[in-house]
């Protein structure tokens, strides 16, 4: 079967500039096509949204700079062209691209800061034996049964921050990949992780940017349901 589109509402643009775009990506939509199926992408609906813009340069294509996972939500940023797609990948790899997200977690919380590392797949994939990925946290609220984190990965490794927290003991609420959802008493319909900011210097314009993304409506419709938090 093929893919078909058909737009319902834009994807929210977040910020843009003469390179790079950022969107808000809902929860639940991949970032690239499949290898196989029809669902279609985050990639592929911002690319046909945008295929009568005059402003864009004819036949430019939006590329994603990064991935997020499929029910992860909140700021992803495009380039437009495969130049800028570059320059923002390399930044990416040399870690000069700051990351925050917003995680819900189950359990107590043990620190109110702390950092955790471990050799993931691709560090040992690597062949460096020194390499490590490293997340970092701050308590941001404890619940009588989970809390709100905010996460800053400082590597980028493939569901880094899901594993992390999980070996840390607290895995992420909607959690279903790595532990057994229905274990928890917290409950959610998806992992409750949103990228809630994305800071690094524009490589063409040498400006800071930061963009930001409002936590989504489904993380804090949850939240607003929650009347025992625990003070800290």
Do not use: W
């Not at 050799?119 to 809390?147: C, H, P, V, W």
């Amino acid at each position: 079967m093929s893919k078909k589109f058909i737009s319902r509402r834009a994807i929210n643009i977040l910020y843009e500039d003469d390179h790079f775009i950022a969107f808000f990506k809902p929860a639940g939509l991949l970032t690239v096509p499949a290898d196989k199926g029809n669902e279609l992408s985050l990639t592929e609906i911002v690319n046909a949204e945008f295929a009568t813009r005059t402003d864009l340069v004819d036949g430019m294509k939006l590329h994603p700079c990064h991935r997020i996972d499929r029910d992860t939500s909140g700021v992803i940023m495009f380039a437009k062209g495969q130049v800028a797609r570059d320059q923002l990948m390399n930044l990416f790899r040399a870690r000069e691209v700051k990351k925050k997200y917003i995680a819900f977690v189950h359990g107590k919380v043990p620190h109110p800061r702390g950092e955790i590392k471990s050799r993931l797949k691709e560090d040992i994939a690597s062949g460096d034996k020194s390499s490590m990925s490293i997340t970092r946290y701050a308590l941001k609220r404890q619940y009588r049964n989970f809390a709100v984190v905010e996460v800053y990965p400082l590597t980028g490794r493939t569901n880094q921050i899901r594993i992390h927290f999980k070996e840390a003991g607290n895995p992420l609420v909607g959690e279903n990949k790595f532990v057994y959802r229905k274990d928890f008493d917290v409950k959610f319909k998806r992992t409750a992780l949103h990228a809630s900011e994305l800071s690094f210097c524009q490589p063409f314009t040498k400006e800071k940017v930061k963009v930001e993304a409002e936590l989504s409506q489904d993380m804090q419709n949850f939240l607003e349901k929650i009347t025992h938090p625990v003070k800290l």
